[in-house]
């Protein structure tokens, strides 16, 4: 019973992301350009990328609207030319920069991500989206001041 309200709440959000959400983003998304090397810098010193590194991928993205902050600039991030992909799964990171200096938000993977309006810690939550052998998942996400969080379930 959990699996199939699962699969149906799955859908159900997907198909109604499109009001209460501010943008979106996806991986194969036309219009990603190089990041500036602040941003590639902290994805290329991190953990979450010595596979890719192993792999020679270079980084696209572009900007999306997370943070209610001016002064806080934020990026949607994948690896260029489907550099270690599984299928159209690719590796995604959300980059906060403020004042020059960048962090890693959220590393996750998966092929969508939706910005949500609800906001929490100065950022909006997110849904990372994905589909896995003919199943769609989403994940939500929930800024708690310093990184994205899994939301639990009544949150």
């Known amino acids: 019973m959990k699996r199939i309200l699962f699969a149906f709440l799955s859908i159900v959000g997907a198909a109604s992301c499109a009001s209460p959400c ?3 983003s996806t991986v194969e998304d036309g219009d990603l350009g ?3 090397d602040v941003v590639a810098s902290i994805i290329y010193s991190d953990r979450s990328f010595d596979i890719f590194r192993s792999l020679s991928c270079k980084m696209i993205g572009e900007k999306i609207p997370l943070s209610s ?3 806080v600039t934020t990026y949607f991030v994948t690896t260029a030319d489907a550099c270690g992909w599984g299928a159209a ?3 995604i990171w959300l980059i906060g920069v403020s004042g ?3 962090s890693i938000l959220l590393s996750t993977g998966g092929y969508s ?3 949500l309006n609800e906001e929490g810690n100065g950022m909006r939550s997110v849904k990372v989206g994905g589909d896995v052998a003919g199943r769609t ?3 939500g996400y929930r800024f708690d001041g ?3 969080r899994i939301k639990k379930e009544g949150n």
Request: proline share 8%; charged share 10%.
């Open 137 to 139: 998942a989403l994940v």
């Open 113 to 115: 991500v939706d910005v």
């Open 34 to 36: 190089a990041m500036t």
């Open 89 to 91: 799964l690719g590796p």
């Open 146 to 148: 310093k990184k994205y």
């Open 22 to 24: 501010a943008s979106a």
């Open 100 to 102: 020059g200096v960048a």
């Open 69 to 71: 902050a001016p002064a």
